[in-house]
């Protein structure tokens, strides 16, 4: 058997997305990845890089990945029709954009590595386009995770500590929300770590400004479903 | 959850398929039936305005395609054709679909772009031809999505993983279970409808010419529409696959990883090298660098237009 997924695609995920054409991975999926940067940065963008996994280098240009990947990143949806324009809106925003070329390893073909600077922060994920406009990240900021953009997701970025984890899920259990899966990493005992917790329903605004509060959160980013 | 389609006919064998999909979508999503019915709603009449639009042709973005649809819309209209009226539609209708996304249309994956005119193309046609309520179409459309969500338990859905059986051998597999549904047929026929379209997919490389979604995509979402609803008709008949659905999905799994990596989607084997495959990919190439060319001397001359007003 091939990859399992972890979770069931749904049925909406199959019988979609609407997009602009041509290329569900290319295009869609692609779209997405630029999106998720983005919305993680927060900010409108200054610079963004795209460095391509050679399969994906091969092929983007006839499948319009590159109005896709910068389509995303200045915030457009995968079913707006500006898209074929992205390149000369990003430009009109004064937004700078680079394509390269870096093989990423053992990964899917369509891999990208995305770097986005905006005037006060910078994220840089690592993501693939696995395919029907589906898409996982595996690396946000230097951090291993799994991240699809199907839910609302919260990232944490804080100082690794016993019982952090049971903190920041506590607060969320008083919510009455369910958590769907959970990941964390680090990067050094008891220096930088990472927590993704994507939930089946969205946090209150006091939720969030409870567990952002709480001490040794480096930085929080609370996103919705991709669309 | 439903892990197999063995699984799944045991759970739906009395039942109405597309109940059981959105019930187990439900259950694991947290989206509520209603709300996949409303959006399966809005993207079958973005479905119908793609196959509205194609009719008409234009030029693709690689301009390899584009006047497919109009063609067999012409000789339609004309009274030319020589196949029934459904199966044509089925063709016109794939490839008013397909000629809409290799123009950065907007259009509706189903499971892919590339693959995205065979499910429209069966169930429109067929909506259209036999006068089915289209919120039927819309159930048809649950069932089809419901075949493809377990079939991408397995294996990732594009041509880069394992070639075009994996987006329309898929798409196939998929609108034959939705065609069977909208006959009437059991579960029991709409998984065998999917098992024999499928299994009849197997092999089918990715080797789009330049690497665009245009040769051969756009024809072979046309035929393949035709090959899913004679699919349907054999399991509406009762004809039934010998080896079961699970069992394919595996084959297709294991097929993909042993294709060469020309033959999935690279652009580096197949159609894509052949003599004419070589010529326009080297057009294409020619035809991009003189467009960046053009562009950097225009960005130059900008520059130098800034710095001239700013001197006087």
Do not use: W
């Not at chain 1, 069931?8 to 602009?20: E, F, Q, Y």
């Not at chain 1, 319009?64 to 949806?77: H, R």
């Not at chain 2, 398929?17 to 019915?37: N, R, T």
């Not at chain 2, 159930?139 to 294996?155: D, E, F, K, T």
Request: aromatic share 4%; net charge negative; charged share 25%.
């Amino acid at each position: 058997m091939a990859v399992r997924h972890d979770r069931k695609v749904s049925i909406l995920d199959v019988m979609g997305p609407v997009m602009v054409g041509p290329s569900s991975s290319h295009t869609a999926g692609t779209a997405r990845l630029g999106r998720v940067a983005r919305e993680i940065l927060d900010e409108d963008p200054l610079h963004v890089r795209f460095s391509l996994h050679p399969p994906l280098a091969a092929t983007y240009r006839g499948h319009g990945s590159d109005f896709a990947l910068v389509g995303g990143a200045i915030g457009l949806n995968v079913d707006d029709p500006r898209i074929p324009e992205a390149i000369r809106i990003a430009e009109q925003m004064g937004v700078t954009i680079e394509f390269g070329e870096e093989d990423l390893g053992d990964v899917h073909p369509n891999t990208v590595h995305i770097e986005i600077k905006g005037p006060t922060r910078e994220v840089e994920i690592v993501g693939s386009s696995i395919g029907g406009g589906v898409i996982e990240v595996f690396k946000i900021n230097g951090f291993q995770t799994r991240f699809k953009g199907d839910s609302p997701t919260l990232l944490l970025f804080y100082r690794d500590r016993p019982g952090m984890i049971s903190e920041v899920t506590k607060i969320i259990a008083e919510e009455g929300i369910n958590i769907a899966s959970l990941y964390c990493s680090r990067k050094q005992r008891g220096k930088d770590a990472f927590m993704q917790i994507d939930v089946d329903s969205p946090l209150s605004e006091e939720a969030l400004r409870r567990i952002c509060s709480a001490l040794d959160v480096v930085d929080a980013r609370y996103l919705d479903r991709i669309p | 959850m439903i892990e197999s389609f063995k699984q799944l006919e045991e759970i739906a064998r009395d039942r109405d398929l597309a109940d059981v999909f959105l019930e187990s979508d439900e259950q694991e999503h947290a989206v509520p039936a209603e709300d996949i019915l409303e959006a399966l709603r809005k993207r079958r009449a973005v479905m119908r305005d793609c196959v509205e639009r194609g009719k008409s042709g234009g030029d693709s973005m690689g301009k390899l395609v584009g006047n497919e649809a109009r063609l067999l819309h012409q000789a339609f209209q004309e009274g030319r054709t020589f196949l029934d009226p459904l199966t044509v539609k089925a063709e016109l209708y794939a490839l008013s679909v397909m000629g809409e996304n290799a123009r950065m249309g907007v259009i509706v994956a189903a499971p892919t772009a590339g693959a995205g005119g065979v499910v429209p193309g069966m169930l429109l046609a067929l909506e259209e031809e036999r006068n089915v309520d289209p919120e039927k179409t819309v159930r048809a459309l649950v069932v089809a999505g419901g075949i493809g969500s377990i079939i991408a338990l397995s294996a990732n859905i594009s041509g880069a993983a394992g070639g075009c059986q994996n987006e329309v051998g898929v798409a196939s597999s998929m609108g034959a279970a939705g065609v069977a549904y909208m006959m009437g047929g059991t579960t029991r026929n709409c998984i065998h409808a999917a098992a024999i379209a499928l299994k009849n997919t197997l092999g089918l490389v990715c080797d789009p010419v330049g690497g665009l979604v245009e040769v051969p995509c756009v024809k072979r979402n046309a035929l393949f529409a035709v090959h899913g609803l004679t699919a349907a008709q054999l399991a509406l008949a009762g004809v039934e696959s010998v080896i079961p659905m699970d069992e394919i999905v595996e084959a297709m799994v294991r097929i993909g990883r042993s294709l060469p990596r020309g033959l999935r989607e690279t652009a580096e084997g197949g159609l894509a090298t052949t003599d004419t495959g070589r010529a326009i990919a080297q057009r294409l190439k020619d035809e991009a660098n003189r467009r960046r060319a053009e562009k950097a001397a225009e960005r130059e001359r900008a520059a130098q237009e800034r710095k001239t007003h700013v001197t006087s």
